[in-house]
């Protein structure tokens, strides 16, 4: 018998790495002038752990995220939102902070960066 091949989630160190990356990602959004005023809940935590359940499912954990709110949806659930390219950008500087925070490989990091950048521009859907 073979073992199972190794989820880019087990790779990258599991949840408490997905929970370092997403937790610092949200110390940037907390003080970010555009970012900050996109989320309606004035604790920034339960947005937090609904995007930490997301990435780890995404990149082959748990499964939590479907279990707990059904498919992602991604561009439905963030419509009533107004996502520019201006509030991309500053995701994406969080987010770089996010990962450079965490020191994966510069391949795992190419292939995580790939993704989100992906993820970010697709969200957009307001113009400029």
Request: aromatic share 14%; hydrophobic share 40%.
């Amino acid at each position: 018998m073979t073992e199972a091949a190794e989820t880019f989630y087990e790779e990258i160190g599991g949840f408490e790495t997905f929970r370092r990356i997403v937790a610092r990602f949200y110390e940037g959004v907390a003080g970010d002038e555009v970012l900050r005023p996109l989320y309606p809940e004035e604790d920034l935590g339960p947005a937090e752990e609904r995007f930490l359940l997301f990435l780890v499912q995404y990149w082959g954990g748990p499964t939590t995220y479907s279990e707990q709110r059904g498919h992602p949806r991604l561009r439905m659930r963030h419509a009533p939102f107004p996502v520019d390219e201006a509030a991309r950008d500053r995701w994406l500087v969080h987010f770089r902070a996010a990962l450079d925070s965490v020191g994966l490989t510069p391949e795992q990091d190419a292939q995580f960066w790939a993704y989100v950048t992906h993820a970010a521009t697709f969200m957009i859907n307001t113009p400029g």
